[in-house]
């Protein structure tokens, strides 16, 4: 891998840091429900209208819209809201990758290696260990919520993968239609009409939470997941996909520093233990190898259909946050 491809990874990695941040300042305006519909529609509108429709089946499509999309930024969202620290959040959204696997062992009957189910084993300790901290001094819902998002977002993964894409950008892209609609009757429900409202007539006083819309649809969507796409093309997974496992360092480094957000030691230890797991339960011993031989691969991975923190061969795809 190139000395410029493992920059940009980084820079990207930066950009989907910040994007919990970013999803920090929303929250302080809109309700999470209505939040997500809006930062879907903002992406769905112009994506109808210039970019072609993927050759894909539409139940794929679909699937990995409400996955990835609905349900994954309503966890997320309802989450953070109700109290998930930011940091923690891109840590515990991380817990993609090992039910990424599990489930494509359950229900696509793939064999999972001793270092994998090691590496969720570990990966489980870790979460477990960061549940057990926040019951012990805040709520424990935010830190099932945040999990139940990393569940969808692990659904959406088959779907994805079972979509095989030829254009993964256009694929993420075009899912974008599909969340507004959900979460914009989720949000009727359980926000009501009068919430939604009031964060639209008080715009002039959103202008934080609108630059965190705008840095999520365009650095996050648009141009992370453009130079991530264009890295997995020229690349292998196995060579880009670790450099996902920034994501959390930067997103609690920067809410340790822009919101005071302070771990725990157990915390600390628990993250660092989380990360190791997720790489280990998301690589194969023949990937790891096959990288230490092939320092600067010139031939093209698996085109993904998603960005995920994984190496495996489910299609990886854009830490959430985004």
């Known amino acids: 891998m190139a000395l410029r491809d493992r920059l940009l990874a980084a820079f990207v990695a930066v950009i ?35 970019i072609p429709r993927p050759k894909v089946k539409a139940r794929w499509l679909i699937g990995y819209g409400l996955g990835f999309g609905t349900f994954q930024f309503a966890f997320l969202f309802v989450g953070m809201y109700t109290g998930m620290p930011t940091g923690l959040a891109s840590l515990v959204l991380q817990s993609s990758a090992p039910f990424t696997v599990l489930l494509g062992a359950v229900m696509l009957r793939e064999r999972l290696s001793r270092r994998q189910l090691a590496g969720i084993a570990l990966a489980v300790v870790g979460m477990a260990a960061i549940a057990w901290q926040r019951a012990e001094y805040a709520a424990l819902l935010p830190v099932i919520l945040t999990l139940l998002g990393g569940l969808s977002w692990a659904a959406g993964n088959l779907c994805s993968r079972q979509a095989k894409p030829d254009n993964p950008l256009h694929f993420t892209l075009w899912m974008s239609v599909v969340p507004p609609l959900p979460m914009l009757a989720l949000s009727l429900v359980f926000e009501g009409p009068e919430r939604q409202w009031l964060s639209l007539a008080t715009l002039d006083e959103a202008w934080l939470a609108l630059a965190g819309l705008a840095y999520i649809v365009l650095l996050g969507t648009v141009l992370g997941s453009g ?26 480094t920067l809410s340790f520093v822009l919101l005071d957000e302070r771990p725990t030691p157990v915390e600390i230890t628990a993250a660092a233990v989380v990360v190791v797991g997720v790489f280990l339960g998301s690589t194969t011993a023949r990937l790891i190898r096959g990288r230490s031989r092939h320092r600067d691969p010139v031939v093209d991975a698996e085109e993904p259909g998603e960005v995920q923190p994984s190496v495996s061969h489910v299609p990886p795809k854009a830490p959430s946050g985004r």
């Open 16 to 50: 989907w840091g910040c994007n919990f941040l970013a999803i920090h300042a929303v929250l302080t305006h809109f309700p999470p429900l209505f939040a997500g519909a809006i930062r879907f529609l903002v992406i769905a509108v112009p994506t109808m209208l210039l």
């Open 227 to 252: 130079i991530w796409t264009t890295l997995m093309r020229r690349n292998p997974a196995s060579s880009v996909a670790p450099f996902s496992l920034l994501v959390p360092v930067v997103g609690m």
